[in-house]
């Protein structure tokens, strides 16, 4: 789980570097169309079988949660570009996994998973520690 969590760090940190150095030839709207937007819709009918079914399916459950998620993460990519586009990338590296605090505390709060927490417990940290070694190397 260590070693995961530290590739996946790097990882991270190798696409938001490349990321940083794509901004300098696009602008945000459209890095962010390319670079996010179009690779995860293409990518969902790649690995997710049934994907139109399902995705129609989630919609028609519960359309304003996932319409909610969406915009949610939709503003979460353009803000990370928009970072990326006007700091510093370890600066973003650091932010980025610091989210995991957040998400790991509303995981277990609101919806109420339970399971691995002591992976968790160790892990988050991990990732920010991996983060911050990155920056200062």
């Known amino acids: 789980a260590v070693m995961l969590v530290l590739t996946a760090t790097l990882f991270n940190a190798a696409i938001i570097v490349t990321s940083s150095y794509l901004l300098d030839s696009m602008n945000l709207v459209s890095f962010t169309f390319f670079a996010t937007f179009l690779p995860a819709t293409v990518l969902n009918y790649i ?3 049934n994907a139109r079914a399902r995705i129609t399916t989630m919609f028609r459950q ?6 909610f998620v969406c915009a949610l993460g939709a503003l979460t ?32 709060l609101i919806l109420k998973e339970k399971a691995y927490l002591g992976l968790k417990l160790v892990g988050i940290p991990l990732a920010v520690l991996g983060a911050v070694l990155i920056q200062l190397g």
């Open 62 to 67: 519960n359309r304003r949660n996932v319409a």
């Open 77 to 108: 990519n353009f803000a990370l570009n928009g970072a990326l586009a006007t700091g510093d990338a370890g600066q973003v590296v650091v932010l980025q996994e610091a989210v995991l605090i957040f998400v790991a505390f509303g995981e277990h």
């Open 47 to 49: 690995f997710m079988p």
